[in-house]
């Protein structure tokens, strides 16, 4: 009924480029730092939080924040992000206004259907644009206010803290236009940001709701994974009673973990919980032997174990792999998970020598450290994705097989036939094409058809040794194959090339 309806804050996503500024706006406004900790200056997980500020009426309204990486390793978090999320903020810079990950941000957003705002960023730099960045946001098919469009934007300095009132107000006056609302007397249903194994904690998620209320006590169900809210968290880390629709907020306690992206629903007990996931027929995706890209039948195939921090993390590395494997040589992921990288991984790796174990954001437990050692079986860990699909790709180059190419560089055309002994002939012919060396291999041409092979292993131009007979150039030749060569022959003489 709708009458149960009640009003719930809006959950606002910030794309853009990666050095447009989207991570300084969102500390500006939560006021704490998350780029100082993070690897290469990149953020790379989904985080939220929930601020407030006054609306029109000078009535203070929640809003939801969440943090998605706007490297272009993680495109699929990104859309993750989009469709989490009611609201999205276009970060552009005013310096480098529009480039190939704003636009990529952009469709993400059109797609998902959700309406947006633009944050023209940046403008207290010395090279500041905001003309410009408008009218090749509006050639790009973002039609601005006061442009021939309806699209709302700010223009801010999200270091300073210029235009962040105007931006925040814009997003009240979206959410008002477009009445987000919830049922708090349903059942919580929403979905999951994230998911990890804590290695004290046991699995954890982060997760926010789109309907109903949580209350502790309740069971939570996604996909084949079920957690009470016994230890049930805001996105402070304080331990709460209950969460509404569109406020993050964290569960520990998962018997499995949970797919990042899934929808997750709650329930009153656990038997109900465990009812219905044996009510479920569709199974879980396997990953294991998952063989990436297209590769044809005769590709060689790289075993690959992969360990990451979060489920996030291998999604996002699964992707970058993706782009870097061929027809002709792949990767086999023979097992992947969160946590550390462990003893029974280097089992695997020490029974198969061609095994890759790689771990990202982890570190390796002693054992599997000490086998890594004492086997010099192949291990490593990274922080920075960009690394890793570095190193990956110099090992597919190293293993890739190597193909032989054969190049003509001279044809001859058989004239006369002097002698035969054994293999050899001496003959005597034309140079036709390129040019012919004392030593070359060839290919027996007869009505354009290969019937053999053979060698030089003399030859004469105008009856005195020579090593090279150019183009046009009769010459006499001491020809070594299995293939008695006639008159009409041609003789195509080749170089084999390995790449």
Same mark, same amino acid.
Request: net charge negative; with cysteine; proline share 3%.
């Given at each position: 009924?709708?009458? =149960?309806?009640?009003?719930?804050?809006?959950?606002?996503?910030? %794309?853009?480029?990666?050095?447009?500024?989207? @991570?300084?706006?969102?500390?500006?406004?939560?006021?704490?730092?998350?780029?100082?900790?993070?690897?290469?200056?990149?953020? !790379?997980?989904?985080?939220?939080?929930?601020?407030?500020?006054?609306? +029109?009426?000078? /009535? $203070? +309204?929640?809003?939801?924040?969440?943090?998605?990486?706007?490297?272009?390793?993680?495109?699929?978090?990104?859309?993750?992000?989009?469709?989490?999320?009611?609201?999205?903020?276009?970060?552009?810079?005013? #310096?480098?206004?529009?480039?190939?990950?704003?636009?990529?941000?952009?469709?993400?957003?059109?797609?998902?259907? &959700?309406?947006?705002?633009?944050?023209?960023?940046?403008?207290?730099?010395?090279?500041? =644009?905001?003309?410009?960045?408008?009218?090749?946001?509006?050639?790009?098919?973002?039609?601005?206010?006061?442009?021939?469009?309806?699209?709302?934007?700010?223009?801010?300095?999200?270091?300073?803290?210029?235009?962040?009132?105007?931006?925040?107000?814009? &997003?009240?006056?979206?959410?008002?236009?477009?009445?987000?609302?919830?049922?708090?007397?349903?059942?919580?249903?929403?979905?999951?940001?994230?998911?990890?194994?804590?290695?004290?904690?046991?699995?954890?998620?982060?997760?926010i709701a789109k309907e109903g209320t949580l209350n502790k006590g309740d069971f939570v169900l996604v996909g084949e994974a079920i957690c009470s809210t016994k230890i049930?968290?805001?996105?402070?880390?304080?331990?709460?009673?209950?969460?509404?629709?569109?406020?993050?907020?964290?569960?520990?306690?998962?018997?499995?973990?949970?797919?990042?992206?899934?929808?997750?629903?709650?329930?009153?007990?656990?038997?109900?919980?465990?009812?219905?996931?044996?009510?479920?027929?569709?199974?879980?995706?396997?990953?294991?032997?998952?063989?990436?890209?297209?590769?044809?039948?005769?590709?060689?195939?790289?075993?690959?174990?992969?360990?990451?921090?979060?489920?996030?993390?291998?999604?996002?590395? #699964?992707?970058?792999? /993706?782009?870097?494997?061929?027809?002709?040589?792949?990767?086999?992921?023979?097992?992947?998970?969160?946590?550390?990288? =462990?003893?029974?991984? $280097?089992?695997?790796?020490?029974?198969?020598?061609? %095994?890759?174990?790689?771990?990202?954001?982890?570190?390796?437990?002693?054992?599997?450290?000490?086998?890594?050692?004492?086997?010099?079986?192949?291990? +490593?860990?990274?922080?920075?994705?960009?690394?890793?699909?570095?190193?990956?790709?110099?090992?597919? +180059?190293?293993?890739?097989?190597?193909?032989?190419? /054969?190049?003509?560089?001279?044809?001859?055309?058989?004239?006369?036939?002097? @002698?035969?002994?054994?293999?050899?002939?001496?003959?005597?012919?034309?140079?036709?094409?390129?040019?012919?060396?004392?030593?070359?291999?060839?290919?027996?041409?007869?009505?354009?058809?290969?019937?053999?092979?053979? @060698? &030089?292993?003399? %030859? !004469?131009?105008?009856?005195? @040794?020579?090593?090279?007979?150019?183009? =046009?150039? #009769?010459?006499?030749?001491?020809?070594?194959?299995?293939?008695?060569?006639?008159?009409?022959?041609?003789?195509?003489?080749?170089?084999?090339?390995?790449?």
């Amino acid at each position: 009924m709708e009458t =149960n309806k009640t009003k719930r804050p809006a959950v606002v996503v910030v %794309m853009g480029h990666i050095d447009h500024g989207k @991570s300084t706006l969102l500390d500006y406004i939560r006021k704490t730092n998350v780029t100082g900790g993070e690897a290469g200056g990149i953020t !790379q997980h989904i985080s939220s939080y929930v601020v407030e500020h006054k609306n +029109e009426k000078g /009535e $203070m +309204e929640k809003i939801t924040f969440l943090d998605t990486p706007g490297h272009a390793a993680f495109t699929s978090i990104r859309e993750r992000g989009a469709l989490v999320a009611d609201i999205a903020i276009l970060v552009v810079s005013a #310096e480098d206004s529009v480039k190939t990950q704003t636009l990529e941000a952009l469709k993400t957003i059109t797609d998902s259907g &959700i309406p947006y705002v633009v944050a023209i960023n940046k403008i207290d730099k010395a090279g500041a =644009n905001p003309e410009k960045t408008k009218l090749d946001l509006v050639t790009a098919g973002v039609y601005l206010e006061g442009m021939g469009g309806d699209i709302s934007y700010a223009e801010i300095s999200a270091k300073v803290g210029t235009g962040i009132d105007h931006l925040l107000e814009l &997003i009240l006056l979206v959410a008002e236009v477009s009445d987000f609302t919830y049922d708090p007397k349903a059942k919580a249903e929403g979905i999951i940001i994230e998911s990890k194994l804590d290695p004290k904690r046991g699995v954890q998620a982060s997760l926010i709701a789109k309907e109903g209320t949580l209350n502790k006590g309740d069971f939570v169900l996604v996909g084949e994974a079920i957690c009470s809210t016994k230890i049930l968290e805001n996105y402070l880390g304080k331990q709460i009673d209950s969460v509404s629709a569109s406020i993050p907020f964290a569960l520990t306690g998962f018997d499995a973990l949970p797919p990042v992206g899934a929808i997750f629903t709650s329930y009153s007990s656990k038997k109900e919980a465990e009812a219905a996931r044996a009510d479920q027929t569709k199974n879980p995706r396997k990953y294991d032997q998952q063989v990436l890209g297209n590769p044809n039948a005769t590709a060689k195939v790289v075993p690959l174990i992969l360990r990451a921090d979060t489920a996030g993390s291998l999604e996002a590395i #699964e992707k970058e792999l /993706e782009k870097i494997v061929t027809e002709d040589i792949t990767f086999k992921i023979t097992s992947k998970g969160i946590g550390n990288i =462990n003893e029974n991984d $280097m089992k695997l790796a020490v029974a198969d020598p061609n %095994m890759l174990v790689i771990g990202f954001h982890v570190k390796a437990d002693p054992n599997a450290v000490d086998m890594h050692l004492k086997n010099n079986s192949f291990m +490593e860990v990274f922080n920075i994705i960009y690394k890793l699909t570095e190193r990956l790709a110099a090992i597919l +180059e190293e293993r890739r097989p190597r193909k032989q190419f /054969e190049e003509v560089i001279g044809t001859i055309k058989i004239l006369k036939v002097f @002698s035969r002994t054994k293999e050899r002939q001496v003959v005597g012919g034309r140079v036709t094409s390129g040019r012919v060396t004392s030593n070359a291999h060839f290919r027996i041409l007869r009505r354009e058809e290969e019937v053999s092979r053979g @060698s &030089i292993v003399g %030859m !004469q131009v105008a009856k005195i @040794s020579a090593k090279v007979a150019e183009e =046009n150039t #009769e010459c006499g030749l001491l020809v070594e194959s299995k293939f008695e060569v006639a008159p009409g022959d041609v003789l195509e003489c080749i170089v084999s090339t390995t790449k």
